[in-house]
């Protein structure tokens, strides 16, 4: 079986679990946005080369730890609906929650010999949270943010085949169109021809959702922001 074929495979199978998760349940949604945090945060401490485990795997629990918070503010449907607050403990405490991540990280990265640099490793973790884990949290918020009375997955799938858009198309017209290198140094294999074939797909999705799914907010904004977004 041919790489490409796999990840249409692999794409399908998971695209196809996410999104039927997400229009039978916010429970689906937010399942996605917890495993993308967690999963998402450990490849990136991996990618950074952290050498600490027990900072990391600290870092990791207080991500579990804060969308377990937010599952049980889930659970109760009354803080979730009500318009004028969302997530009473993520809201009230998680500056607090934040702070005492940072400080425990901070120790424990001192008590490790092999960790040379640990201001520097302590910065990293810190910006995982902020790069990985915020945007997931803010994301999950929009299902609830584009109808007020009750949940709505217009939003939330909505952002994702934007997304998903844009990966695909930039995939097939880099590997098809593409010639011209967009930025080797930060993505060696990125093309101008694969970089807005990604841009038309996203943006005539735009089009299309505004119609398809009107919510609070315009789809072709949307669409223009995450189309340059993926140029970096």
């Not at 011209?180 to 959702?209: D, F, M, N, Q, Y």
């Amino acid at each position: 079986m041919s790489n490409l074929l796999k990840r249409i495979l692999t794409g399908l199978v998971l695209g196809g679990i996410a999104i039927t998760g997400t229009i039978l349940s916010s429970w689906g949604a937010f399942t996605l946005c917890t495993l993308v945090s967690v999963i998402g945060l450990y490849e990136f401490y991996q990618i950074t080369g952290l050498k600490s485990k027990l900072a990391k795997s600290f870092f990791l629990l207080g991500t579990v730890f804060i969308w377990a918070a937010m599952g049980f503010e889930l659970a109760d449907d009354s803080s979730i609906v009500n318009g004028h607050h969302f997530y009473p403990f993520f809201k009230n405490h998680f500056v607090e929650v934040f702070a005492v991540l940072s400080s425990f990280g901070a120790i424990l990265l001192l008590f490790e010999k092999k960790v040379k640099k640990p201001a520097q490793e302590m910065g990293l973790m810190v910006m995982g949270i902020a790069y990985v884990v915020l945007p997931m949290i803010l994301y999950f918020k929009i299902p609830f943010m584009t109808k007020w009375s009750e949940y709505g997955f217009e939003g939330f799938l909505g952002i994702l085949f934007l997304t998903w858009s844009v990966d695909t198309a930039a995939y097939f017209g880099g590997r098809f169109l593409g010639k011209h290198k967009l930025w080797e140094r930060i993505s060696p294999k990125k093309t101008w021809e694969g970089s807005v074939s990604g841009a038309i797909a996203c943006i005539g999705l735009s089009v299309g959702l505004n119609y398809l799914w009107p919510v609070d907010f315009n789809w072709i904004v949307v669409g223009v922001i995450i189309a340059a977004v993926s140029y970096t």
